[in-house]
């Protein structure tokens, strides 16, 4: 694969989108398991929220057929579900051309992760050169809104980090800067969250999920996977 490619594909149509917002403080990774049936199965790994909030959200939403929880490890659990909707009902009232998009699977690119938020999917694909990504990233620009964060060839790696939000970076930043991670202490959430000029809530946000980038980009691969 010749390009990396980091970006955001916003759709409310998208399966599990409308369950991130009843659950906004977890991080939602969707792992979509084609098989020869129409539906893919989803694998869904969330990490912090509410664990009852989100599994009666799976009860409740119209995407969601069957679903059972596979394994935990810590705030993290993994789930299976069985999709409650085709292709066609899902977006078929958002993406003008299914037949477009069905071809999107076979295409020369492999989707990586998928992180599932209030209002569509942020996505980190491989694409074999940049005809495969433009295909891709048109389809997404005719059908919906497509925001793409960094692009750059496979064989030129980042350092960790580079895939933070610039208010995730001024998060850490601030955080580290007034002594929010030295032990003990030497400043409080609410500091600073004054000092960026947001709610405590959003600061806490913002950190958990610099924090969480950074791990996924550094150490997470090493991790053993969950339990079965």
Known sequence: MGLVAEFEIRCDALPLV??????????IVLDLQFAHDERPMFIVTATDGPRAVLEQSFDEAADVGEWCLIGRAGTTRRYQLVPGLSLEEQLGNRVNDLERLEALATAEAVIERIEVEPGGWRQTGWFADRDAFDSFSSFWQDNAGFRL????????????????TDPQREALRTAYELGYFEIPRRASLEAVAAEL????????????????????????????????
Do not use: F, K, Y
């Open 149 to 164: 964060h960094r692009l750059t060839r496979a064989q030129e790696p980042e350092p960790p980090g580079e895939g933070l």
């Open 197 to 228: 000029d947001v709610a405590p809530s959003s600061a806490s946000e913002r950190l958990r999920r610099a924090q969480t980038q950074l791990i996924r980009e550094t150490v997470a691969t090493t991790w053993p996977p969950l339990p079965d």
């Open 18 to 27: 409308d369950i991130a917002s009843v659950v906004p403080n977890a991080t």
